[in-house]
């Protein structure tokens, strides 16, 4: 990044502290690359977030090898809307906004074998803020209005297999693209009483590009335990200009291990937790050659729910799930303190099926109340903090 581009995100960005914020969707994704996304369906965010390691169907994207044993071909997306509130330097704001964090494709190729195709969610760059304030040019006080949009973030696309090495033990891989782009507009407008300062406006646009490829163990010790773990690498992320204000960067991609374990307590009542570590390497900053923009540091999240399956009549029942889940956030400035979010969960679901692991229909919908904090400065102590409701709600469909 050159130093005008940090010249400018340094006015624009981190100068909403002493000014008064305006609807975004999260200002947590104005550093680094962005808010981390989890790719995780409507179940496994009332159940901690993780989404590994969970007994029954599990459509998520953390491990390729969950879907193996599904015998019929089927689809699943889900959506996820947010809502809350931003508090900055005593100045209170708006965020919403929606997402498609989870889409996937499943084509079983034998008893043993299914292929998938997957789309999710890896980081979220999507954001709006307005800033109002006084800067002096030329010894004029002058009031100023500063736009910040941003619009992009980084996902995933990628090929999968699942295959049933044994009645209680399954291996997977999925290989494909991180891909995405950004696209950030900034205006500083004078006062209209202000002639002679006319307003002007920059923007910035970025392409993103990295293979990535994911192995992933599914395994029942015991009837009523299942245990999994997964790993992710992927290459170093190609961020390529798209004008001449924006210039290129090499960005060091993390390792990623998740883990998780459930088990019935009972007949009907089911418990899960699991964590995910994601491992910076490298000097610790975002892009290479650029040690003033951000630092990227190693990170964990961590959760765990529970699911009780007792309610529904016939071949379908409705369970109901309580979860927790906190997590770091991996990207802060240099001279800040880094971020951290917490959330509490429940989830309602639907399924139409005579076996909960190979069902032919399911509707989950889960609400999360949540909070993130951090980015405490000199310039700013108190920081950013945003208090926010999100609700995921996931359909897969499968044939007879």
Do not use: C
Request: charged fraction near 20%.
């Amino acid at each position: 990044m050159n130093k005008r581009t940090r010249w400018t995100f340094a006015l624009l960005l981190l100068g909403f502290a002493a000014s008064s914020a305006a609807e975004a969707q999260s200002l947590f994704a104005t550093r680094g690359l962005g808010m981390p996304v989890a790719a995780v369906d409507a179940r496994g965010r009332a159940l901690g977030g993780v989404g590994i390691g969970i007994a029954g169907l599990s459509t998520s994207l953390i491990n390729p090898a969950d879907v193996a044993g599904i015998s019929r071909s089927g689809v699943t997306a889900a959506l996820q809307p947010t809502s809350g509130s931003i508090d900055v330097d005593g100045e209170q704001g708006d965020l919403g906004g929606a997402r498609f964090p989870l889409a996937r494709v499943l084509f079983p190729l034998s008893s043993r074998l299914v292929a998938t195709i997957g789309y999710g969610g890896v980081l979220e760059q999507s954001f709006g803020v307005r800033s109002e304030g006084v800067e002096v040019i030329g010894g004029d006080t002058v009031a100023v209005t500063d736009e910040v949009e941003s619009n992009g973030g980084l996902a995933e696309v990628g090929l999968g297999f699942a295959w049933l090495a044994r009645p209680n033990l399954a291996l997977g891989v999925s290989a494909g693209l991180y891909a995405g782009n950004q696209r950030r507009t900034a205006v500083r407008m004078f006062a209209d009483t202000l002639s002679d300062f006319d307003p002007f406006r920059e923007e910035f646009v970025w392409d993103y590009r990295a293979p990535f490829l994911r192995l992933g163990v599914r395994w029942d010790p015991a009837a009523l335990v299942r245990l999994g773990a997964s790993v992710t690498f992927a290459d170093d992320l190609d961020v390529e200009g798209g004008n001449d204000r924006s210039p290129n960067a090499i960005a060091p991609l993390p390792l990623r291990v998740a883990f998780g374990a459930s088990g019935f307590l009972s007949p009907e009542l089911l418990l899960s937790v699991g964590a995910e570590r994601v491992l910076q390497g490298g000097d610790g900053n975002v892009f290479e050659g650029d040690a003033a923009s951000a630092i990227a540091r190693d990170t964990w999240r961590v959760g765990g729910g529970v699911e009780f399956g007792g309610l529904g009549s016939g071949a379908s029942t409705w369970p109901l799930r309580l979860g927790a889940s906190w997590a770091q956030f991996p990207y802060h400035g240099v001279d800040e303190s880094p971020v951290t979010e917490w959330n509490a969960a429940a989830g309602i679901g639907f399924r139409l099926a005579g076996d909960p692991s190979d069902p032919l229909a399911v509707l989950d919908a889960t609400i999360e109340r949540g909070g993130r904090k951090g980015l405490e400065s000199t310039r700013n102590p108190s920081g950013l903090q945003e208090r926010y409701w999100r609700m995921t709600i996931s359909l897969s469909l499968f044939g007879r």
